[in-house]
């Protein structure tokens, strides 16, 4: 909607003095993009909300009566001057017009639009665009995500380094925001430092990848305030229509409530919406695995597992030997992402029956150093991705 607004101010600014052009460019547009047009020259021109069939029927009958005023005046009557005719003399639905030039109106707009130190939507526009794009998805029944970010202890920037560092700081993360999204995406400022995006026609899985491809970047990018080198990083929170909700406000509430779990988790990460207790995404994981207890130099389980799936907090994996739940263990997790196994400290959570020569093992990560976090993020990623190509070329052969 955004590339049918600027054409047609394009459109209004080149043609401004040759009216029969501009109209002939317009109908362009309609003719390319569909009746879809006609409610933007509207609200262009006049600030009247109308949908794509009333705006395409005035259109047509303004036209027409731009036409019927130039032969009854005997010179070519002015789009502008036809519309407020129309409107005011016919179609009654302006009283009071005023007149302005469009880039005097298009400057207020854009300042109630936009963020004017991030550039991002406001918080006003994200409102109404949400509730549109819900409402959408409903109606179509199409899936739409929700990423919430918010900068992980951002008073610590500002008391350090001062306000003027934080919002440069700001201005930064918005950068890296828009730069990792699509253009048919949303990405507004919230409030404070919180930031969320809109992800139309997106599921979970794949708003994951986005979020955690936004915080990596983040993390990994060093942000430099007048030569002082400042380490940011976010944590961020994925809800979905109409896995998580059904509504606009609902929707926003559990990934607002997804972020504060990823703060409790440690900060730097992003955490997926779930009524149960998980709160990473999970993927399945068939690898060879070592786990030995810490400060142990025996392995208690060494080999390949049968079945297993892992997470950014846990792994799930199936064992012929029980361990003690609260057992402190070390794991070697080789993922190919790195040379080397990935070496993390975890917990026993959970040990289940799961045949009569198996049991369920479950660990849950506690000592996970920045760099093997994002190694786990980087393959959790690379098997969502893996798994969504897989399931397209099994679709495809189907039909």
Not at 296 to 323: M, P
Not at 356 to 370: A, R, T, Y
Request: hydrophobic residues 40%; charged residues 30%.
């Amino acid at each position: 909607m955004e590339t049918i607004r600027n054409l047609v101010l394009s459109c209004l600014d080149e043609f401004s003095i040759d009216d029969d052009k501009l109209i002939a460019e317009l109908n362009c547009i309609i003719d390319k993009f569909g009746d879809e047009v006609c409610p933007v020259i509207f609200s262009v021109l006049t600030h009247l909300d109308l949908t794509p069939d009333q705006a395409k029927d005035y259109w047509k009958q303004v036209v027409s009566h731009r036409k019927s005023m130039s032969e009854s005046l005997g010179w070519g009557v002015n789009l502008r001057t036809a519309i407020c005719d129309y409107f005011c003399t016919i179609n009654k639905s302006m009283k009071n017009p005023i007149i302005i030039e469009i880039c005097v109106l298009e400057d207020a707009l854009y300042s109630l639009r936009y963020d004017s130190l991030t550039g991002l939507h406001s918080r006003r526009t994200f409102d109404e665009i949400f509730l549109r794009e819900t409402e959408r998805a409903n109606r179509y029944g199409q899936e739409l995500s929700i990423l919430f970010f918010d900068i992980d202890d951002f008073k610590k920037v500002n008391d350090a380094f001062g306000h003027l560092a934080g919002d440069s700081a700001l201005e930064h993360v918005a950068r890296i925001v828009i730069g990792g999204i699509r253009a048919i995406d949303i990405a507004a400022r919230y409030g404070g430092e919180e930031i969320v995006v809109i992800l139309p026609q997106t599921g979970k899985a794949d708003a994951f990848v986005v979020g955690e491809r936004i915080r990596e970047k983040v993390e990994n990018t060093k942000f430099d305030y007048k030569g002082q080198l400042i380490n940011l990083t976010i944590s961020g929170g994925v809800a979905t229509l109409p896995i998580d909700a059904t509504d606009a406000e609902c929707l926003l509430k559990n990934a607002d409530i997804a972020v504060y779990k990823a703060k409790e988790a440690g900060k730097n990460n992003v955490v997926i919406y779930s009524e149960n207790r998980r709160r990473f995404i999970r993927v399945d994981f068939i690898t060879d695995l070592r786990v030995k207890e810490v400060y142990s130099e025996e392995n208690i389980v060494a080999g390949e597992t049968k079945s297993s799936d892992l997470s950014a907090g846990g792994l799930l994996f199936k064992s012929d030997y029980s361990i003690d739940i609260g057992t402190k263990v070390q794991l070697q997790i080789p993922t190919g992402i790195s040379d080397n196994p990935l070496l993390i400290i975890g917990t026993v959570v959970r040990v289940e029956k799961f045949n009569s020569n198996q049991l369920d093992i479950g660990i849950s990560f506690i000592e996970v150093d920045n760099a093997v976090k994002n190694d786990l993020s980087k393959y959790i990623r690379k098997c969502i991705c893996e798994k969504k190509t897989l399931d397209k070329k099994v679709n495809n052969k189907q039909l």
